[in-house]
């Protein structure tokens, strides 16, 4: 099932893997956790400041 929804804190809530797309591209893919942790995401999509 693909998902893709604009409300990051709920979506991570229920899904097992996640792919960030970024400029056409898969930017990271990974557990919920291990996309959360990743600098690039945070840098590009999340924010710095992104909090579960």
Do not use: C, W
């Not at 400029?23 to 400041?49: A, W």
Request: glycine share 6%.
């Amino acid at each position: 099932v693909l998902i893709t929804d604009h409300n990051v804190r709920e979506t991570l809530e229920i899904i097992d893997r996640a792919y960030i797309l970024h400029d056409g591209k898969v930017l990271m893919s990974g557990t919920p956790e291990q996309v959360i942790e990743n600098n690039d995401v945070r840098r590009v999509y999340l924010g710095d400041d992104f909090r579960v």
